[in-house]
């Protein structure tokens, strides 16, 4: 049964050591491969130059968005974003999303890169729907060798100058 929420039923704040199991919980349910373990989630927390928020609805976690910085440059990358399936359709995606981006150009980045399975209609039209535009397709990328459709947004015009180039860094 689709759960409907009003946006002020959405608490959206970065995540916590407390998270991580409800973390663990819903990675296992959105995704049959290419997880993040307990204890990559620990790491991001912990250590990682990353942004990791979480979205609540009556202290239930239903969903997070993690974000992987380069350090020395103006580009960060939405490694992972999930949301329950109870709770999808209700806005928690696309909230999650722009306080992402909104702590990413505070944090000095500009631009921001994913990578989406082209099979994914759904968050491909999510991510359009948000301004990221498709710039290219990286064979055999994911665990069970499907490509996946890079897209790129840019959050903040610099002048060429102070931004020449973005560099691209690997998932490895």
């Known amino acids: 049964m689709q759960t409907t929420k009003t ?20 990675e296992k349910a959105c995704f049959d491969s290419d ?3 307990r204890r990559s989630f620990r790491w991001m927390i912990e250590k990682g130059h990353t942004l990791l ?4 609805i ?15 440059t103006s ?3 939405v490694y992972s974003l999930a949301v329950d399936a109870a709770y999808r359709k209700a806005g928690i995606a696309v909230r999650l999303m722009q306080e992402a981006e909104t702590q990413a150009l505070g944090d000095g980045r500009s631009f ?8 994914n209609h759904s968050a491909i039209r999510l991510y359009e ?4 535009q498709p710039f290219d397709i990286v064979t055999d990328y994911y665990e069970d060798h499907a490509d996946a459709l890079r897209m790129m947004k840019v959050l903040h015009h610099q002048p060429e100058i102070t931004h020449p180039q973005v560099a691209h ?3 490895t």
């Open 129 to 132: 729907k948000l301004g990221y």
């Open 112 to 119: 921001l890169r994913l990578e989406v399975r082209p099979d």
């Open 35 to 37: 997880r993040i373990s």
């Open 58 to 72: 009556e202290q239930q976690l239903v969903g997070y968005v993690l974000l992987l910085y380069s350090r020395g």
């Open 7 to 26: 946006d002020a039923d959405i608490v959206i704040r970065e995540a916590t050591l407390d998270d991580i199991d409800d973390l663990n919980t819903l």
């Open 53 to 56: 928020l979480v979205a609540h």
């Open 75 to 77: 580009l960060g990358r």
């Open 169 to 171: 860094y690997s998932q």
